[in-house]
């Protein structure tokens, strides 16, 4: 197999073509990333990167020009942009931290905004304090690529490649995905990566890795469908 010149911190197109090549979890027989589709992949990541740098500038500056006196509905408008912003940095190449960083602060200024406005209203401070917890969740989440590359508004990972995507995966990114889907969504996601080894097994190839990771995607799956619902 051809040794393709992969980046050391890709993004999130990128990261699935590095997933896919030459990966029999894929395509039997397995089938190698052409170059151009490497580098054509590798640009536009890039340009997305540039978008986000020019987009993210301005994003400051929108919440440095907040006026004290803001309405909820301005400030409603700047923290579902910084989140929206955070969520995209997740996706893209190179190393984002110090950006995420600054947008997380800025998104606890807004919410003391919003706790500000909310007062002494009791439903309005649950709801506050629900998406507080929510959001941690989802930023922590967002700290595996693969869950970054799934939640991408234009993701590249097609729906039937969940499976093969999934038992390529590492440890943290198989649990972190896990907590994606609801008990039904696991159960046929396991079906689908039982029946993608099993096609496989024949081919006499070693599939004990990809066998560990659907012994951790069982045991999850069993766990949500052992779970009482979420209220």
């Not at 969520?87 to 998104?107: N, T, V």
């Not at 039982?194 to 069993?222: K, M, V």
Request: charged residues 30%; proline residues 6%; hydrophobic residues 40%.
């Amino acid at each position: 197999m051809d040794e393709l010149p992969f980046t050391h911190k890709p993004g999130r197109r990128e990261r699935q073509l590095r997933r896919r090549h030459g990966n029999p979890l894929f395509a039997w027989p397995p089938q190698e990333v052409l170059p151009e589709e490497l580098l054509a992949a590798q640009k536009a990541d890039h340009e997305d990167m540039l978008a986000f740098r020019e987009h993210f500038r301005a994003l400051i500056q929108r919440a440095v020009d907040l006026p004290a006196d803001a309405g909820s509905d301005t400030v409603l408008s700047l923290k579902e942009a910084l989140e929206a912003h955070y969520e995209q940095s997740c996706a893209l190449p190179e190393d984002h931290r110090e950006e995420r960083a600054a947008l997380k602060r800025l998104i606890d200024l807004v919410m003391k905004t919003l706790w500000r406005h909310a007062g002494s209203d009791p439903i309005a401070q649950q709801e506050l304090s629900d998406e507080e917890t929510a959001r941690a969740i989802h930023f922590r989440l967002l700290e595996q690529p693969l869950v970054a590359d799934l939640l991408h508004p234009d993701s590249c990972i097609d729906p039937q490649e969940l499976a093969a995507t999934l038992l390529s995966a590492t440890t943290d990114e198989i649990e972190a995905v896990c907590e994606l889907f609801d008990g039904a969504e696991l159960a046929q996601l396991l079906e689908r990566s039982e029946t993608r080894l099993a096609e496989l097994d024949e081919q006499g190839i070693d599939l004990s890795q990809a066998l560990n990771r659907l012994a951790l995607i069982r045991l999850r799956t069993e766990q949500s469908n052992l779970s009482p619902p979420q209220h």
